[in-house]
Every structure is written in C-alpha cells, then in structure tokens.
C-alpha cells in the first residue's frame, strides 16, 4: 500500500505563486510514476504534470511554463510550483502514484484545494 498526502493549497490572487506537496509513504519502492492532477468545478479530473518511470515530465498545455513538478527522494516528496496562476487554475489537487510491483496500481492523495481569485 502507498499513502499520499497532499499539503500546500490554499487562496491567492491571481498572478501569485504556491507550492504543492506530496509525502508517499508506504511502499514507495513500488512507485514507478508519480504526479498531479486537478479538478474544478463542472469539469473531469485532468493530468497537470507527471513523472514517468525514467525521470521524464509531462505538462498539460494549459499549465505549461508556468507551473513545474520536481522531487526529493530523500524526503519521499514530490512538489508542484505553480505560478502566474489563474482563475481557471482554481481546483482540488490530486497526487498520483503509480505500482506495478507486486501488481498494477493507482493511488491518489486525498487533495488539497487551490482557488485563485480574480
């Protein structure tokens, strides 16, 4: 089993910045890929940004330049800086980790909420 708690969210106005965390704790050798997702309001859950197994990232269109997921390995941790956030950023954010040792799995965090005021 892996757990993951997200941290980080809250209100800022837009053009601001704020960082996402996400400790996994559990079984973290199982974890081949990692990232963040959202979900607003009348919208799917949506990927953000990811890591996949060899260290690469992915960025959603919408949030490409301004937002960066990175790592520590040692704290177990993932983060996401986003700035220049806007309005339409404003969702409940949700780590994902990915297992395939001893079997295929999805785990999500239990989301931290960003809203961003105009």
């Known amino acids: 089993q892996v757990q993951l708690v997200e941290s980080g969210g809250g209100l800022v106005q837009a053009g601001g910045s704020l960082r996402l965390s996400c400790a996994a704790s559990?079984?973290?050798?199982?974890?081949?890929?990692m990232g963040w997702y959202r979900q607003a309001p009348g919208n799917q859950r949506e990927l953000v940004a990811n890591?996949?197994?060899?260290?690469?990232?992915n960025y959603a269109d919408s949030v490409k330049g301004r937002f960066t997921i990175s790592r520590d390995n040692a704290k177990n941790t993932v983060y996401l800086q986003m700035n220049s956030l806007k309005p339409e950023d404003t969702a409940v954010y949700y780590c994902?980790?990915?297992?395939?040792?001893?079997?295929?799995?999805?785990?999500w965090g239990q989301g931290t909420q960003v809203t961003v005021s105009s």
């Open positions: 559990g079984s973290i050798l199982s974890i081949n890929a």
């Open positions: 994902k980790a990915v297992t395939s040792r001893p079997r295929v799995a999805a785990y």
């Open positions: 890591f996949a197994s060899g260290g690469s990232t």
